[in-house]
């Protein structure tokens, strides 16, 4: 029987699959683009109709756009989400990735950095877009920075609970109920510390906020990261 | 390479697999019948390591299941009726990714052979949503063995296919059988089945009902065969 | 199928005179708070309720634990009951605070950290149902449930936390409604012995519930099991 070289190590390098799964859901994406623009498309819609819906006086815009903002990031995110799960489970692929001798928590870090990775890229096309339509200027590093760590808690969870609620007779409407009551502590700190950038608050308010996305996520991505196996194995 | 002692699997209440006892020596071609619902499916997916077992032991390539099988996975190929194959990448991609997976070493030279093998060659850029589903079955065979496993799965490897894409697929088993491994291919198509397999294991009610050579079998027997065991 | 434990029965008897005299002790013993008046007796049930729901909190969150570690069905049968318990009294300690509210306060709701963190917690359990729901598989189910449970046990206090720094840094005025509010009549002795003569009635009330479910769920599992043996 020929045997080639080199083939037969027991398990691949942790950080290598990882690195292959992120690049394998980016590369699909970059080709089909159906997850980044049902997102953006979406995110878009729920900012034009906030427009409607609440009178955005420009004094007001302010205080009201933190919530506009990550509201329109909650309900994009649960797309994304379910899509990226869903290419995994009805083609069979995610029994793919099970076969191959990897750690169960590598492809648990591979989708859920995949899953930031979508959300930052319509965050990154959303705020510029927010900006222009309610001329107040987006572009605060202290904004970025809350979105990025509120990003991260939002996908650890998100991506867990996306493999749960895809195995699911009731999928697609599963997600965002699982998911909101849990993710509270993000969006509430994220609102709070967006808001707290924008209106030039001093760190001393901002900082208890910042604690507790940054709380939120170490927890939660530990937690889902140990428990995925039990998630994705019978 | 497969033992497998009193093997039990139960979902809640139900029993699929009652004891099941089944044992394949290397280099074995195992066709695997049954009716419906008899747990075929189960039982390839629980030596896949896909599913636990309840009880009993089960093992492969000379690892134990579950405790080691990342040992398994590693040696181990298996061919479902999903295509386990990413739309959106081309054929090269697909196999790329795995193999990275796999920790192949030399990947663009393997990738390379195994296009050949499978005669995708010309069509190694193209997107696999672009395939047929005889194409589709073929890269998942490439991608099945691209880590050269000791031992191969085929869960009902010609479901969907015409006849053309049934003759290449044979043609492609053989080779892979023809290279010393062992093969377990659960099927419905006795004719099929017949002429690749060089053993006839039936699943019944649970456990391992009737088992034959292909040598001791003669032609034309294998219908028969089955007949008899489903009865008894 | 087992008779009802002898030890169930007594707590049964037990948790219908406990509850009488709970009543008996509400109305007659403690005396009429001076501000609020009758209403304030709503406090003793509001308090237990909420306590017996926090009680379930804990028990399905440990349940959850000890089935992921031993993978024993028994631990799913308990967890699931200990939920749909909590979810029904804290439903009843919600209500109840919020027909006291209205007179105390001047508003059915308040967004407060307690009000708001109970309603979160209800909605986990309602979630919890539904996922429970959409999965057929007992196995799954259990699996799920419990991982649901842990990532809703370890939101909940951050999630409190997060409202009430949320709240200091802004105050919530509606009348008087602050969170400390609740605790702002004076107790008297008799008022105490009241109060916690109630909670202990409520916990044997839920012990006494819980088993009754679990019993209930096991039951339900036996019937599973003889249907699917008739069906074979």
């Given at each position: 029987m020929e045997k080639l070289a080199g083939i037969n190590r027991p398990s691949s390098p942790y950080l290598k699959a990882i690195g292959s799964?992120?690049?394998?859901?980016?590369?699909?994406?970059?080709?089909?683009?159906?997850?980044?623009?049902?997102?953006?498309?979406?995110?878009?819609?729920?900012i034009l109709i906030f427009n409607?819906?609440?009178?955005?006086?420009?004094?007001?815009?302010?205080?009201?756009?933190?919530?506009?903002?990550?509201?329109?990031?909650?309900f994009a995110g649960t797309l994304g989400l379910n899509r990226s799960m869903a290419v995994e489970k009805d083609r069979g692929c995610l029994d793919g990735l099970l076969l191959a001798p990897v750690d169960r928590s590598a492809i648990y870090f591979g989708k859920a950095l995949g899953n930031l990775a979508f959300m930052l890229i319509v965050?990154?096309?959303?705020?510029?877009?927010?900006?222009?339509?309610?001329?107040?200027?987006?572009?605060?590093?202290?904004?970025?920075?809350?979105?990025?760590?509120?990003?991260?808690?939002?996908?650890?969870v998100g991506t867990l609970l996306s493999s749960m609620a895809v195995q699911t007779r009731t999928r697609d409407v599963l997600l965002p109920v699982l998911l909101f009551p849990v993710i509270v502590p993000?969006?509430?700190?994220?609102?709070?510390?967006?808001?707290?950038?924008?209106?030039?608050?001093?760190?001393?308010?901002?900082?208890?906020?910042?604690?507790?996305?940054?709380?939120?996520?170490?927890?939660?991505?530990?937690?889902?990261?140990?428990?995925?196996?039990f998630v994705v194995e019978e | 390479m497969i033992k497998v002692h009193k093997l039990v699997k139960r979902f809640g209440s139900k029993t699929v697999l009652r004891g099941l006892d089944f044992d394949v020596q290397a280099g074995e071609f195992v066709a695997l019948l049954?009716?419906?619902?008899?747990?075929?499916?189960?039982?390839?997916?629980?030596?896949?390591?896909?599913?636990?077992?309840?009880?009993?032991?089960?093992?492969?390539?000379?690892?134990?299941?579950?405790?080691?099988?990342?040992?398994?996975?590693?040696?181990?190929?298996?061919?479902?009726?999903?295509?386990?194959?990413?739309?959106?990448?081309?054929?090269?991609?697909?196999l790329q990714f795995y193999g990275r997976l796999y920790g192949i070493t030399e990947l663009n030279r393997r990738v390379q052979e195994v296009l050949d093998l499978i005669g995708l060659t010309l069509r190694r850029r193209d997107l696999v949503r672009t395939f047929s589903r005889g194409m589709q079955q073929r890269l998942a065979i490439g991608r099945a063995i691209l880590h050269d496993p000791e031992v191969v799965l085929f869960d009902e490897p010609h479901t969907g296919?015409?006849?053309?894409?049934?003759?290449?697929?044979?043609?492609?088993?053989?080779?892979?059988a023809g290279r010393g491994r062992t093969v377990v291919m659960t099927s419905h198509d006795l004719a099929r089945v017949e002429d690749l397999a060089t053993r006839f294991d039936v699943l019944s009610r649970g456990v391992i009902s009737a088992s034959a050579r292909r040598a001791d079998l003669g032609k034309n027997n294998l219908l028969d065969f089955y007949r008899q065991s489903l009865a008894g | 199928?087992?008779?009802?434990?002898?030890?169930?029965?007594?707590?049964?008897?037990?948790?219908?005179?406990?509850?009488?005299?709970?009543?008996?002790?509400?109305?007659?013993?403690?005396?009429?708070?001076?501000?609020?008046?009758?209403?304030?007796?709503?406090?003793?049930?509001?308090?237990?309720?909420?306590?017996?729901?926090?009680?379930?909190?804990?028990?399905?969150?440990?349940?959850?634990?000890?089935?992921?570690?031993?993978?024993?069905?028994?631990?799913?049968?308990?967890?699931?009951?200990?939920?749909?318990?909590?979810?029904?009294?804290?439903?009843?300690?919600?209500v109840s605070g919020s027909i006291w509210a209205k007179p105390t306060w001047g508003t059915y709701w308040t967004w407060d950290a307690r009000l708001t963190t109970a309603a979160i917690l209800e909605m986990i359990y309602l979630a919890y149902l539904l996922l429970r729901q959409g999965i057929d598989d007992p196995e799954r189910r259990a699996r799920f449930s419990a991982v649901y449970?842990?990532?809703?046990?370890?939101?909940?206090?951050?999630?409190?936390?997060?409202?009430?720094?949320?709240?200091?840094?802004?105050?919530?005025?509606?009348?008087?409604?602050?969170?400390?509010?609740?605790?702002?009549?004076?107790?008297?002795?008799?008022?105490?012995?009241?109060?916690?003569?109630?909670?202990?009635?409520?916990?044997?009330?839920?012990?006494?519930?819980?088993?009754?479910?679990?019993?209930?769920?096991?039951?339900?599992?036996?019937?599973?099991?003889?249907?699917?043996?008739?069906?074979?």
């Amino acid at each position: 029987m020929e045997k080639l070289a080199g083939i037969n190590r027991p398990s691949s390098p942790y950080l290598k699959a990882i690195g292959s799964i992120v690049w394998k859901d980016l590369l699909a994406e970059l080709r089909s683009r159906e997850l980044i623009s049902a997102m953006l498309v979406f995110a878009l819609l729920v900012i034009l109709i906030f427009n409607f819906a609440i009178e955005l006086q420009p004094d007001l815009r302010i205080t009201i756009t933190p919530g506009v903002l990550w509201v329109t990031f909650a309900f994009a995110g649960t797309l994304g989400l379910n899509r990226s799960m869903a290419v995994e489970k009805d083609r069979g692929c995610l029994d793919g990735l099970l076969l191959a001798p990897v750690d169960r928590s590598a492809i648990y870090f591979g989708k859920a950095l995949g899953n930031l990775a979508f959300m930052l890229i319509v965050a990154i096309i959303v705020l510029p877009v927010y900006s222009l339509l309610y001329n107040i200027s987006l572009f605060n590093p202290g904004l970025l920075l809350v979105v990025l760590l509120g990003s991260t808690g939002y996908a650890a969870v998100g991506t867990l609970l996306s493999s749960m609620a895809v195995q699911t007779r009731t999928r697609d409407v599963l997600l965002p109920v699982l998911l909101f009551p849990v993710i509270v502590p993000v969006l509430l700190a994220a609102v709070k510390a967006s808001g707290g950038y924008l209106q030039n608050l001093p760190m001393n308010e901002i900082w208890p906020w910042l604690n507790i996305l940054i709380a939120y996520d170490v927890i939660f991505t530990a937690i889902s990261f140990m428990v995925f196996e039990f998630v994705v194995e019978e | 390479m497969i033992k497998v002692h009193k093997l039990v699997k139960r979902f809640g209440s139900k029993t699929v697999l009652r004891g099941l006892d089944f044992d394949v020596q290397a280099g074995e071609f195992v066709a695997l019948l049954g009716p419906n619902g008899a747990g075929k499916t189960t039982f390839l997916r629980i030596l896949a390591s896909l599913s636990r077992p309840t009880l009993g032991t089960v093992q492969v390539a000379g690892y134990a299941l579950p405790e080691q099988a990342g040992s398994v996975r590693a040696r181990l190929g298996v061919v479902t009726h999903m295509p386990l194959l990413y739309g959106d990448l081309s054929a090269e991609e697909n196999l790329q990714f795995y193999g990275r997976l796999y920790g192949i070493t030399e990947l663009n030279r393997r990738v390379q052979e195994v296009l050949d093998l499978i005669g995708l060659t010309l069509r190694r850029r193209d997107l696999v949503r672009t395939f047929s589903r005889g194409m589709q079955q073929r890269l998942a065979i490439g991608r099945a063995i691209l880590h050269d496993p000791e031992v191969v799965l085929f869960d009902e490897p010609h479901t969907g296919l015409d006849q053309d894409a049934c003759d290449m697929l044979d043609e492609l088993l053989r080779d892979v059988a023809g290279r010393g491994r062992t093969v377990v291919m659960t099927s419905h198509d006795l004719a099929r089945v017949e002429d690749l397999a060089t053993r006839f294991d039936v699943l019944s009610r649970g456990v391992i009902s009737a088992s034959a050579r292909r040598a001791d079998l003669g032609k034309n027997n294998l219908l028969d065969f089955y007949r008899q065991s489903l009865a008894g | 199928m087992r008779p009802q434990p002898k030890a169930l029965t007594f707590l049964t008897i037990l948790s219908g005179l406990l509850f009488i005299a709970a009543l008996g002790m509400v109305f007659l013993f403690a005396p009429i708070e001076a501000v609020m008046g009758y209403v304030q007796k709503i406090f003793y049930f509001h308090i237990s309720n909420a306590w017996v729901g926090m009680l379930g909190f804990l028990v399905a969150a440990s349940s959850g634990v000890i089935y992921l570690v031993k993978k024993d069905l028994k631990w799913d049968i308990v967890e699931f009951s200990a939920v749909e318990i909590s979810l029904v009294f804290f439903l009843i300690a919600i209500v109840s605070g919020s027909i006291w509210a209205k007179p105390t306060w001047g508003t059915y709701w308040t967004w407060d950290a307690r009000l708001t963190t109970a309603a979160i917690l209800e909605m986990i359990y309602l979630a919890y149902l539904l996922l429970r729901q959409g999965i057929d598989d007992p196995e799954r189910r259990a699996r799920f449930s419990a991982v649901y449970t842990l990532i809703g046990a370890v939101s909940v206090p951050i999630t409190f936390l997060s409202i009430r720094i949320w709240q200091t840094i802004h105050p919530v005025v509606i009348g008087l409604g602050s969170s400390d509010a609740q605790g702002s009549f004076g107790m008297t002795t008799s008022m105490l012995i009241t109060m916690f003569f109630c909670l202990i009635t409520f916990s044997v009330v839920f012990v006494t519930l819980l088993w009754y479910r679990i019993r209930l769920g096991q039951l339900s599992e036996q019937v599973d099991q003889l249907k699917y043996k008739v069906m074979q």
